[in-house]
């Protein structure tokens, strides 16, 4: 896979933990709507946003018109920004980084390949782009609180071989 949409939650995981050139590092084309661009960036405050529209601005994301959303408009439990990524990656024939279980849900219901930002941290790690997956779940948890289940960090953590790693809390 060569080419993927981003959706907000994750592309904020990776840029709040200073990992932002891993996405590119894995999927030279990281591509992001205008929608989750705006969702990403209006606040300059908010965290993440000068990191997400610095990688823009060096061509290490790019921002993207959205696509029609055609049958991913108006949809219940899907944000505009994860239908502005869904219409784009079934448009470009692009998988999806989304963490949201509606927004995943949807998307397979469409073919649409998804990854998540587990999913993405455990590749770091197998092919030497991060040392440990740990600090990083650390990070996503502290600095923005984003939410993984206690399951699902110790499932990614025990693929890692990292079982002895303290989780987040």
Not at 67 to 77: D, I, Q, R, S, T
Not at 81 to 96: D, F, K, P, Q, T
Request: net charge negative.
């Amino acid at each position: 896979m060569k080419l993927i949409v981003a959706d907000s939650g994750p592309l904020i995981a990776w840029a709040c933990s200073g990992h932002i050139d891993v996405l590119q590092a894995i999927f030279p084309e990281v591509l992001i709507p205008e929608t989750v661009f705006v969702e990403c960036t209006a606040n300059t405050v908010l965290p993440g946003a000068q990191a997400i529209a610095a990688a823009v601005v060096a061509g290490k994301l790019q921002r993207i018109p959205d696509a029609p959303l055609g049958v991913f408009e108006n949809l219940l439990n899907v944000d505009p920004g994860e239908a502005a990524v869904l219409a784009l990656a079934r448009e470009r024939a692009a998988a999806v980084l989304m963490d949201d279980a509606m927004g995943r849900e949807v998307a397979r219901a469409h073919g649409i390949p998804i990854v998540g930002a587990c999913g993405i941290l455990l590749k770091a790690k197998q092919v030497g782009l991060i040392e440990a997956v740990g600090p990083v779940l650390q990070s996503w948890k502290t600095r923005i609180g984003y939410h993984l289940s206690e399951t699902l960090v110790i499932e990614v953590l025990h693929r890692a071989g990292e079982v002895g790693t303290p989780r987040p809390e």
